[in-house]
């Protein structure tokens, strides 16, 4: 009843495979749902966090300014991995589940890989943008 060939699974020993139920579906569908919210809410915030600083210049002195403009770039950025190489590819696979007919399965392949760079793009980036994080890594390394 599967309408795709999965025959070559049976050659590679035990397996598992899952019953595409409305159950499935409807939580496939909830976790888009919900992630979807949670990115649109988290850009919604920074864009208001921005605009406030921008127009309410007056309030501030350039230099406060300036480092909270800083420190909301370097959260933002800090924010924007997850989001962009964990959230959207879970989101993408959930798609997979849900619907069926998009994405096909070397798309999902290639979403769980991009999920499994996470945690290295996220450390190489909070390297990068952080110089607090930077100093204490820098500071590890040269005491040993």
């Known amino acids: 009843t599967y309408p795709h060939n999965v025959s070559w699974i049976r050659q590679r020993g035990s397996y598992f495979f899952q019953r595409r139920t409305t159950a499935l579906v409807v939580l496939a569908f909830a976790a888009i749902l919900i992630a979807g919210s949670a990115a649109s809410f988290l850009l919604i915030v920074f864009g208001h966090m921005f605009f406030v600083l921008n127009v309410e210049t007056n309030m501030r002195s350039l230099a406060n300014s300036s480092k909270i403009r800083r420190s909301l770039k370097i959260l933002f950025a800090q924010l924007m991995i997850p989001l962009g190489v964990f959230l959207f590819p879970a ?54």
């Open 91 to 144: 989101m993408v696979l959930f798609t997979g589940i849900a619907t069926e007919a998009w994405p096909g399965f070397e798309i999902c392949l290639s979403m769980l890989g991009v999920i499994m760079l996470h945690s290295v793009v996220h450390n190489i980036l909070l390297l990068a943008v952080t110089p607090a994080y930077r100093k204490f890594v820098v500071s590890l390394i040269i005491c040993r």
